[in-house]
């Protein structure tokens, strides 16, 4: 069966530079949920979006901005990077209203250094 | 708010002996349970569900979950765990009117041969 598919898998970053991470949800899915997972952690829940709209924000630092778009993607975006910001940052998705599982991606470790 | 407790940090055990990963959750409100499970370098898997109807919710590799209203509690348990079951568990809750999961600090279970 089609997973959540995330990209970069990897990336390497320095301090004060951008990145942009990528999700593409399993087909049929229009909501979409961004996690980070510091090393040792359990995840934190940043943002989510269904149907192209933001549905829920969690934790997500103001140099964080997302979106969804007509496919169903979304990207999250982090500027003026720093070193905490170094972790896994997973992507899931869900059909939407009425199911409450969410059904994760392999994530994209970022590093910043 | 919500919270989810895993008392357990890390639970060893021998293959083939029974197991048991404690989860218990805080809420003011109706809540959806989740087991997550997560293998070295990789996403979350999801293992269990519980949304509604019978409280013992089963997986295909054997694990079991029990709902416990009044103890609050989503013990999850395998009764003969192999080499496989390596892994760090995730308990997570969910309400109905938010989309974020919030998951607990995880259980490493190692299992030894």
């Known amino acids: 069966a089609a997973g959540v598919i995330q990209s970069p898998r990897h990336l390497i970053k320095e301090k004060r530079e951008t990145a942009t991470l990528k999700c593409y949800p399993i087909?049929?899915?229009?909501?979409v949920y961004w996690y980070q997972q510091g090393p040792g952690q359990d995840p934190q829940f940043l943002i989510s979006?269904?149907?192209?709209?933001?549905?829920d924000k969690g934790s997500i630092p103001d140099r964080f901005s997302a979106q969804q778009f007509s496919d169903y993607h979304s990207e999250l975006n982090m500027s003026s990077l720093e070193l905490g910001d170094s972790a896994l940052y997973f992507c899931?998705?869900?059909?939407?209203?009425?199911?409450?599982?969410?059904?994760f991606g392999p994530g994209t470790r970022l590093t910043v250094t | 708010a919500q919270s989810v407790t895993q008392l357990d940090s890390q639970v060893p055990v021998f293959e083939e002996a029974p197991v048991e990963l404690r989860c218990n959750y805080s809420?003011?409100?109706?809540?959806?349970l989740f087991w997550y499970v997560q293998y070295p370098n990789q996403g979350l898997q999801l293992l269990l569900k519980?949304?509604?109807?019978?409280?013992l919710v089963e997986s295909i590799n054997g694990f079991e979950a029990e709902f416990n209203k009044s103890q609050t509690s989503f013990h999850l348990r395998k009764p003969s765990v192999h080499i496989s079951d390596t892994a760090e568990y995730f308990c997570?809750?969910?309400?109905?009117?938010?989309?974020?999961?919030?998951f607990g600090t995880g259980t490493r279970l190692q299992v030894f041969p």
């Open positions: 809420s003011s409100v109706s809540v959806y």
């Open positions: 979006f269904y149907e192209k709209m933001q549905s």
């Open positions: 087909p049929r899915h229009d909501t």
């Open positions: 997570a809750v969910r309400t109905y009117n938010t989309d974020k999961l919030i």
């Open positions: 899931a998705s869900s059909r939407g209203e009425g199911y409450y599982e969410q059904y």
């Open positions: 519980y949304l509604s109807g019978s409280t």
